[in-house]
């Protein structure tokens, strides 16, 4: 059976901090997704990671893929409160399907 | 939003009677999900179909059926609904290529009292 962990589940930071979310997974997935989603609202699409070694970075947000480890990271620098959201990973696609985690809900506090 | 329109956006019903959530895409995808999303679960895939009239189970199916006639609506029925299919639903379209992104329609909160 797929799982896919998400550590932590709910995250509190002040403004001015970093701070990494893990996505594990146990199955091996040549690439993985992250989303965010705004309390009351759909899931948009924050990056794809299509091979071992991809980092990706959008402003303060940078994710990157092991895929020997079946990890993936979202590091967040210096948050500032606009990031605050319910980040999900997902590895895949397997078969065309792609498997969640729980999501980790960032809660960024000035 | 991708081209994707979920009815009814918001749907309180009762206990045992059938409820039908329809999604709606403009741009002839031939992925198509639907997935519950439940707080400390994240999303789960119930059905989903990759072309007209195929369609394959996902996860958490048992109490669901889909059907899709046409490349642009997928539908997902509740036969008889319970208190346990209380959630937020979400259809998704896949739109292929390399980077295979699915993208999200705006959720439907179903309240089955």
């Known amino acids: 059976e797929l799982k896919v962990e998400q550590n932590p589940l709910f995250l509190s930071m002040q403004e001015g901090k970093n701070y990494t979310i893990y996505c594990n997974y146990s199955?091996?997935?040549?690439?993985l997704y992250w989303y965010r989603q705004d309390p009351g609202k759909s899931l948009e699409s924050l990056f794809v990671?299509?091979?071992?070694?991809a980092v990706k970075q959008e402003g303060r947000l940078m994710a990157s893929l092991d895929t020997k480890a079946r990890l993936s990271t979202l590091h967040i620098t210096a948050a500032v409160h606009d990031l605050s959201a319910t980040y999900f990973c997902a590895p895949g696609p397997y078969g065309n399907k792609l498997v969640f985690g729980a999501g980790t809900i960032l809660r960024v506090k000035s | 939003d991708a081209g994707i329109t979920q009815s009814p956006r918001h749907k309180v019903t009762e206990t045992g009677t059938p409820v039908t959530l329809r999604c709606h895409q403009t741009e002839n995808h031939r992925y198509m999900y639907w997935y519950r999303q439940d707080p400390g679960h994240g999303l789960r895939l119930i059905h989903y179909s990759y072309g007209v009239k195929d369609t394959d189970k996902g996860e958490v199916s048992d109490g669901y059926s889909v059907s899709r006639s046409k490349t642009e609506d997928f539908l997902l029925t509740l036969e008889s609904a319970t208190s346990s299919q209380t959630s937020v639903y979400f259809c998704?379209?896949?739109?292929?290529?390399?980077?295979?992104?699915?993208?999200f329609g705006a959720g439907t909160r179903l309240s089955v009292l």
């Open positions: 990671l299509l091979s071992n070694g």
């Open positions: 199955t091996t997935s040549d690439r």
């Open positions: 998704a379209i896949s739109v292929g290529g390399e980077r295979n992104i699915q993208y």
